[in-house]
């Protein structure tokens, strides 16, 4: 084994509704030595992303239940710490899925392993917010999904997190309308003054309905769904005949004891008529074109023009708080955990 201690975030138990004491744990976990070809890296940088949560449950979706014992899945970012690989050498910064730990032992050529172009007034964790996995969704997702044409009204819910900042950005650079959704008046004010979004909808004020209605008098022709429940109910009439409706989540359901009673956004927008085009997608549906969008996010990120909010967690022993609060929306923009320097 390698000589470097490491500490881990791992599921004990699966989570019946919200995340309880003992569900997951911090324990002391092992490194295993490279083996040849392989590496060691140390996780600099930990993404938290609502996608884990469905997957602490002991149910098929699109991806592999967590295993009881193992490491919460998750990426960061990682430098090279040991290398008996040819493709990475110590000292390399790479995005990786190492889990929620500080150390990981992997292939130097494994896939979903990139190796981080650094460049100026991009700092590392960008790639794991707007210009990493979330900011790559949300231009994937608007762009390919949504197709935006000038002139539409493009409405995204979740509106200051990190898929919805670059939805609404990369929207109003391609000439359309845009109307976020998020909670509270801080997370609008943001939306609005500093995103550059043309409205915002607060869905805690308790008007839902009557205020998207306001913010969007020619209806939506493209409705990015990050939430679902009240906010899906509320866009559906307003959606225009030929509407376009990506689904990259609906993290409102994703604490409920029993998904199969929960009422998704296909209950919702397969009861219209029309039935709007609508469809869940993945980012790895464009893992062709990783390096191209992941530059075109930097580049923009680099230049000003691309802005984001992030929130950070000190250390791996406060991941499961920032974890339960950002399901909650209490993040303000990306979450991230910073484990090291």
Request: glycine fraction near 10%; charge should be negative; proline fraction near 6%.
């Amino acid at each position: 084994m390698s000589e470097y201690r490491n500490r881990a975030v791992v599921l004990k138990q699966r989570p019946q509704g919200e995340i309880q004491q003992g569900d997951l744990v911090l324990e002391e976990r092992p490194v295993r030595s490279p083996n040849e070809g392989e590496v060691v890296a140390q996780v600099l940088w930990l993404s938290l992303d609502p996608y884990m949560r469905p997957r602490m449950n002991d149910a098929k979706g699109y991806m592999d239940p967590i295993g009881i014992d193992e490491p919460i899945v998750g990426e960061s970012v990682a430098r090279v710490v040991e290398s008996r690989s040819d493709a990475l050498k110590v000292g390399d910064l790479v995005t990786c899925y190492s889990g929620w730990q500080e150390y990981v032992t992997f292939p130097g050529d494994a896939p979903m392993v990139y190796k981080i172009q650094q460049r100026d007034n991009v700092p590392l964790q960008a790639y794991l917010g707007v210009a990493g996995m979330p900011g790559r969704t949300g231009y994937c997702g608007l762009m390919y999904v949504g197709k935006p044409k000038a002139g539409e009204t493009v409405v995204v819910s979740a509106a200051s997190g990190p898929v919805g900042t670059v939805v609404g950005q990369t929207a109003k650079s391609e000439g359309c309308r845009v109307v976020g959704v998020a909670g509270g008046p801080e997370k609008c004010n943001y939306v609005v003054n500093e995103l550059g979004f043309d409205a915002c909808v607060d869905y805690k004020a308790g008007n839902l309905e009557a205020d998207l209605k306001a913010a969007c008098p020619d209806g939506i022709d493209i409705y990015f769904e990050n939430v679902g429940g009240a906010v899906t109910r509320a866009v559906a009439p307003l959606l225009n005949t030929g509407a376009r409706v990506p689904i990259c989540g609906f993290v409102s359901a994703y604490n409920a004891t029993d998904m199969a009673s929960v009422e998704t956004p296909f209950h919702v927008l397969k009861a219209l008529d029309p039935v709007p085009e609508h469809r869940f997608f993945l980012v790895t549906e464009w893992q062709d074109q990783h390096q191209e969008i992941t530059d075109i996010l930097a580049s923009r990120v680099a230049s000003g023009e691309l802005k984001y909010r992030e929130t950070v967690a000190e250390g791996l022993e406060n991941a499961v708080d920032a974890f339960k609060g950002m399901l909650k929306g209490q993040n303000f923009g990306k979450q991230l955990v910073h484990i090291a320097n």
